[in-house]
């Protein structure tokens, strides 16, 4: 659920738990001090109002030049804009010396925002070319100097989507061997790092995407140098790919979860957030392979290069998705939310291959979409996790839905149709009742 439902629910709840004689006073004040329930979550909204308050401004600030672009001297321009930079960095360093960190925070995004509209401003004066690939990563290397030296939160932000909007806006595919292959893992690594170090919901998501754009933008260079371009071969390598990038996230962020609590707050909290991530990502696999599966799309009867099998960024994420299976085995702490996810994680696998290498089966394209929906959703059961429980249910919700659509008007398909749905669902409600019995109490508390 929502962290501040829980959080209000802890609060109706913690007062009739201490007069029961449940929980001391004390235990009461520590669960509140814990999860940040004194008063943390109260200060969210005015200052994610304020961030966008000083985007507004710095684009009023743009504007009005803009407006009087002809009537400010040249001079008079590059001086406001140096002027900016040192005041919205005075006035953050000025509110950090005061601890007002979430306000110094903003501060340095206007510088950084100042930063980036300056760019443009100086190109434009001064009749430069268009390049947006060097435009773009200029703003990554000026954001990534602003977060790391003034601890900024909102300055990594503005660095991740710039470092998405460089890998994309490139003229060339990304290879590993080439000078903008490593630039893209420094970059990965360096807002990462920030995230470790100064962690945020927003940051974690937004390293998540970039994490998950580098990934795809090496998969796409690995299919250009493989020379394989026809439109099965590039399904293949999304679907594939998702379930993989999936199945590593799910397992490393149960082993976080496992064998970091009480410790590396940075890096559990990191890994929980592709953990919630995950499910989306293999629900997407599901319902996707399905629908290619159900229509007779003329590409997918091409045949399909298996090299695809061999593209070494799917490989790594593979290898890497194992190796932490393994090290949850040594160390004692696999249990069915490890196999639950793995089989997710391989039936998601599994599906691009039946839909691209095997078109028309569509009775067993189902079955895999209709397994792996509902693995989602067992995973959530076994694991605690509302957020696999509720794209898992939307999964099986979508399939059985497109299932139905699909055998409308045929009495064998609406009869495999309701087995299969009438099958997956006891299944379900047999695993599900049997984990909350044996492993009852834990929950997902945020989402």
């Known amino acids: 659920m929502l962290r501040s ?24 004040t520590q669960i509140r001090r814990d999860l940040g329930a004194d008063g943390e979550g109260r200060f969210r909204l005015p200052l994610l109002l304020a961030g966008i308050g000083a985007i507004c401004i710095a684009l009023a600030l743009v504007a009005f030049v803009a407006a009087n672009w002809e009537a400010i001297p040249r001079p008079v321009k590059l001086a406001g804009i140096a002027a900016l930079l040192v005041a919205a960095h005075g006035a953050a360093a000025l509110f950090a010396a005061r601890g007002w960190r979430a306000v110094a925070d903003i501060a340095t995004l206007f510088a950084v925002l100042v930063f980036v509209a300056g760019l443009s401003l100086v190109g ?11 435009g773009s ?47 893209a893992l420094i970059l990965l690594a360096a807002t990462a790092g920030h995230v470790l170090r100064h962690s945020s919901l927003a940051g974690r998501l937004a390293v998540l995407a970039q994490a998950l754009a580098t990934y795809a933008a090496f998969v796409i260079g690995e299919m ?99 190796a932490g299976a393994a090290l949850a085995i040594t160390r004692g702490v696999w249990d069915g939310a490890f196999t639950a996810v793995l089989v997710a994680s391989a039936l998601s696998f599994a599906l691009p291959l039946m839909v691209v290498w095997f078109p028309g089966q569509v009775v067993w394209i189902a ?28 999964a099986i919700a979508a399939v059985l839905l497109m299932l139905l659509e699909h055998t409308v008007g045929s009495l064998i398909g609406q009869s495999v149709f309701f087995l299969l749905a009438g099958l997956a669902l006891i299944v379900v409600a047999l695993v599900s009742g049997y984990i909350l019995r044996k492993r009852p109490g834990k929950t997902e508390a945020a989402s």
Do not use: K
């Not at 000026?142 to 991740?160: D, K, M, P």
């Open 367 to 394: 079955v895999i979409a209709l397994a792996g929906a509902v693995a989602i959703s067992v995973a959530g059961s076994a694991a605690h996790r509302t957020s696999w429980s509720v794209f898992g249910n939307l």
């Open 137 to 183: 990563l200029i703003v990554v290397v000026g954001a990534l100097a602003a977060a790391w030296l003034c601890a900024s939160r909102g300055a990594a932000l503005v660095a991740t989507i710039a470092a998405m909007i460089w890998l994309f806006w490139r003229d060339d595919t990304l290879h590993l061997a080439t000078p903008d292959g490593l630039l």
């Open 5 to 28: 439902l829980y959080r209000r629910q802890l609060e109706a709840d913690l007062p009739r738990w201490v007069e029961a004689g449940w929980i001391a006073p004390e235990g009461a």
């Open 124 to 134: 434009q004066m001064y009749h430069l070319p268009v390049d947006w690939q060097a």
């Open 224 to 322: 250009d140098r493989m020379d394989m371009s026809c439109d099965a071969e590039v399904v293949s390598a999304v679907l594939l790919g998702l379930a993989a990038l999936a199945g590593a996230f799910a397992v490393w962020g149960l082993l976080a979860d496992r064998l970091l609590r009480g410790g590396a707050d940075g890096v559990a909290a990191l890994a929980d957030t592709g953990l919630r991530t995950a499910p989306l990502l293999l629900a997407l696999g599901c319902v996707i392979g399905l629908f290619l599966g159900l229509d007779s799309y003329d590409f997918l009867g091409n045949r399909v290069d298996a090299r695809v099998l061999l593209l070494w960024p799917v490989t790594i994420v593979t290898l890497l998705a194992a």
